[in-house]
T-cell receptor, first 120, second 111 residues
């Protein structure tokens, strides 16, 4: 089955120790997203890729970086994790929708199972 | 810009009772509207979506939602709750370039 896979499912790191989370997809979707979700809150978009084009949300801390080496894989790097970065990290993919006025209309996002990050 | 407001952070129903989760949206362009469900320690799963056309949308697990432009609403309903419906539900709206999620509604189903 086509799907979005995230590894690892659970990650424990120490305060300030860099960590990388990975996401892969077999859906061949152009767009990949990283979200941060804290307990009982909505997912918060960190950034997304439209093919190779990287789009950073204005309020995403510099501590968070991302790489997309090819269509299938996307990585989230947290350079110096703080206690406040403990959260669930969700990867999602989508195709661009049919569009409005020539601009892409975001269509269904397909989510991976998430990686729960603990910072000690 | 788009936004959604989910009315009620917690909803509790008895098994077999009607489920109604409320969502109102704001959008400067014709919206796409979505309902997602999230079970503990899992990602979000699409329940249903509205893009264009028929305003009553049927989804998985017996859920449906009706797009009402005049009320800017997209409420989620299910005629008869099942214990397995207990989860977090997110309404989302997309326009140009991004998708915005509501704060979520936690549904509890009592036996």
């Amino acid at each position: 089955d086509a799907m979005v896979i995230q590894n690892p499912r659970y990650q424990v790191t120490q305060f300030g120790k860099p960590v990388t989370l990975s996401c892969s997809q077999t859906l061949n979707h152009n767009v990949m997203y990283w979200y941060q979700q804290k307990s009982s809150q909505a997912p918060k978009l960190l950034f997304h890729y439209y093919d190779k084009d990287f789009n950073n949300e204005a309020d995403t801390p510099d501590n968070f970086q991302s790489r997309r080496p090819n269509t299938s894989f996307c990585f989230l790097d947290i350079r110096s994790p703080g206690l406040g970065d403990a959260a669930m990290y969700l990867c999602a993919t989508s195709r661009p929708g049919p569009g409005l006025a020539g601009l892409p209309h975001t269509d269904t996002q397909y989510f991976g199972p998430g990686t729960r990050l603990t910072v000690l | 810009a788009q936004s959604v407001t989910q009315l009620g952070s917690h909803v509790s129903v008895s098994e077999g009772a009607l489920v109604l989760l409320r969502c109102n949206y704001s959008s400067s362009v014709p919206p796409y509207l979505f309902w997602y469900v999230q079970y503990p320690n899992q990602g979000l799963q699409l329940l249903l979506k509205y893009t264009t056309g028929a305003t009553l949308v049927k989804g998985i697990n017996g859920f449906e939602a009706e797009f009402k432009k005049s009320e800017t609403s997209f409420h989620l309903t299910k005629p008869s709750a099942h214990m397995s419906d207990a989860a977090e539900y997110f309404c989302a709206v997309s326009g140009i370039g991004d998708m915005r999620f509501g704060a979520g509604t936690r549904l509890t189903v009592k036996p």
